[in-house]
C-alpha cells in the first residue's frame, strides 16, 4: 500500500467515524515516525518537532497526519480519537513475510527455511541496533486499559521496559530452531541504530508485568511451526 493511499485510507476512517457519530477511536501510530534526530528516550511531546528517519519518510509522515487529523477532531467536535504509539509488535498471526514483515516475524520465517532447506541463517545487518520488542498479546491487553483508564487524548506510548539487539532475537530465534549456523551480512545497512522509548505515561496507568523478548520468541516460533500453512507469509 502507498503511503498516499494510506494517509487517505486514514482520514477517511475518521471522517466516516464523524459523521457516524462515533465519539471513542484508537488508531495506532508507530515508534519509527519520530524525528530522527532527537533525544533520548523518546516522548510523546517529540513527535512533530523535526524530520524522521528517511528510510521511514512516507510511511512517517502518513502516520503523522493521523496524529493532527485525531487532534483536530478532539478539538473541532470535542471527539475522543486517541492515538496509541506502540513499539515493535511480534507474536502470532503475524505476518512473516520475508520482505514486508517487522523484524522478529521475518526472522521467524528465514530461520525456519534456513533450516529446512539445511543452509546458513543470514541476518541482514550486524544485528547491533537496538529495538524495543512488545508481544502481540502484551500490546492488546494494554489497548483494553488505554480503553478503560486513560482520560487523556495526547497520544500514548506502549513500549516495554527492556531494550535488546537485533542480535538477541536473532539468537533467540536460532535457538528455538536448534540453529547455529548463523551469519550476519554486514553488507546490509543496518537503519536506525535506536528509538528507545519513554514507557512512563502507561506505566502510571498500570502496573503491568510484560512476556520477555526470549519468551515471547519461543510462543511466536512455535506457534509458527504448527501453522505454518496458513501463516501470512
Not at 477532531?73 to 486517541?82: M, V
Not at 529495538?131 to 492488546?140: G, H, N, P, V
Not at 506502549?158 to 539487539?165: G, H, I, K
Not at 510484560?210 to 496458513?230: A, Q
Request: charged share 25%; with cysteine; glycine share 4%.
Amino acid at each position: 500500500m502507498s503511503h498516499l493511499f494510506k494517509n487517505r485510507c486514514n482520514y477517511n476512517v475518521l471522517n466516516c467515524a464523524h459523521f457516524a457519530n462515533i465519539n471513542n477511536i484508537i488508531s495506532c501510530l508507530s515508534t519509527c515516525i519520530f524525528p530522527d534526530k532527537i533525544t533520548y528516550p523518546i516522548n510523546e511531546q517529540q513527535l512533530h518537532i523535526g524530520p524522521p528517519h528517511f528510510s521511514n519518510l512516507g510511511y512517517a509522515y502518513a502516520k503523522r497526519m493521523l496524529e493532527i487529523h485525531s487532534r483536530t477532531y478532539n478539538e473541532q467536535y470535542n471527539r475522543n480519537y486517541k492515538c496509541i504509539i506502540p513499539v515493535n509488535i511480534y507474536g502470532p498471526y503475524d505476518n512473516f513475510n520475508l520482505e514486508d514483515g517487522h523484524v522478529i516475524p521475518s526472522l521467524i520465517h528465514r530461520c525456519y527455511l534456513a533450516k529446512k532447506n539445511k543452509e546458513s541463517f543470514i541476518v541482514k545487518g550486524s544485528g547491533k541496533p537496538l529495538r524495543q520488542f512488545i508481544y502481540s498479546e502484551d500490546l492488546a491487553n494494554l489497548i483494553m486499559i488505554v480503553l478503560e483508564k486513560y482520560e487523556e487524548r495526547e497520544p500514548i506510548i506502549l513500549a516495554v521496559d527492556e531494550e535488546n539487539t537485533i542480535r538477541e532475537a536473532a539468537e533467540y530465534i536460532a535457538e528455538c530452531f536448534e540453529m547455529n549456523d548463523l551469519i550476519f551480512d554486514t553488507s546490509f545497512e543496518d537503519g536506525q541504530y535506536k528509538k528507545t522509548a519513554d514507557n512512563s505515561k502507561i506505566k502510571n496507568l498500570c502496573d503491568y508485568k510484560f512476556k520477555s523478548l526470549k519468551e515471547g520468541i519461543k510462543e511466536s516460533v512455535k506457534w509458527f511451526k504448527e501453522n505454518y500453512e496458513i501463516a501470512r507469509k
